[in-house]
């Protein structure tokens, strides 16, 4: 059974770059044909796709933040993470990492609560 | 890419049926089999319900049903339970090799 749990700081600073992992327990990162995506859910509203890495490297995007977002993964750490530059307190939420497909999330973690404040 | 598009609350008794829409597009919710369902209980992180449109994955229970029409799918829950009240999120694969999710809807057992 894949488990998965986020780790970063709690709180940025505006302007700053906000950075997460997610560390991959229970199967290997570049075992099989997984993907392992970001999403986040602001705080009392609804779920958004950030991204997602195939084991290789390939990354796709949200559209409305490919422009500020890096998914990088560590196969030799069992890791991926999220990069999200320039941040604004309109990307404080809650940050999960999910998998194992594009489009189908079996697995969660718990979840990530980052605040974006001076 | 714009949200898809659910009721933001829907309620019923124990016991009854409800049933939950996700709108989309042709490109995404119409054109894809891969329309999902998450259940997500408060301070929780959400949980697959439904995948590819109709199928339910192992441990889910069968009181939960789901289909799709054109560019939209639905959620059923039959013999509703207390412990189903939650929020629920429709996602479909969409053009572009992306994601995109619904607004949610909040579902009351009264």
């Known amino acids: 059974q894949v488990q998965l749990q986020e780790s970063g700081p709690g709180l940025v600073q505006p302007s700053q770059t906000l950075s997460l992992t997610c560390t991959v327990s229970?199967?290997?990162?570049?075992?099989?044909?997984?993907?392992w995506s970001w999403i986040r859910q602001h705080p009392g509203k609804g779920l958004e796709w950030i991204g997602y890495?195939?084991?290789?490297?390939?990354?796709y995007y949200n559209p409305s933040l490919k422009s500020r977002v890096t998914i990088s993964v560590d196969t030799s750490k069992n890791q991926f993470s999220l990069k999200l530059s320039s941040v604004t307190a309109a990307d404080t939420a809650v940050y999960y990492c999910?998998?194992?497909?594009?489009?189908?999330?079996?697995?969660w973690g718990q979840g990530s609560l980052v605040t974006v404040s001076s | 890419q714009s949200a898809l598009t659910q009721p933001a609350s829907v309620s019923g008794s124990p016991g009854q049926s409800i049933t939950i829409s996700c709108t989309g597009t042709?490109?995404?919710?119409?054109?894809?089999?891969?329309v999902f369902w998450y259940q997500q209980h408060p301070g929780k992180a959400p949980k697959l319900m439904i995948y590819?449109?109709?199928n339910r994955p192992s441990g889910v229970s069968n009181r939960f049903s789901a289909s799709k029409s054109g560019n939209t799918a639905f959620l059923t829950i039959s013999g509703l339970q207390a412990e189903d009240e939650a929020d629920y999120y429709c996602?479909?694969?969409?053009?572009?090799?992306?994601?995109?999710f619904g607004g949610g809807t909040k579902l009351t057992v009264l």
């Open positions: 042709s490109s995404d919710v119409g054109g894809h089999n891969s």
């Open positions: 590819d449109v109709s």
């Open positions: 229970g199967g290997s990162i570049s075992g099989g044909a997984y993907y």
């Open positions: 999910a998998s194992p497909y594009k489009a189908r999330f079996d697995y």
């Open positions: 890495i195939y084991y290789r490297g390939s990354t």
């Open positions: 996602s479909s694969y969409s053009s572009s090799s992306t994601l995109v």
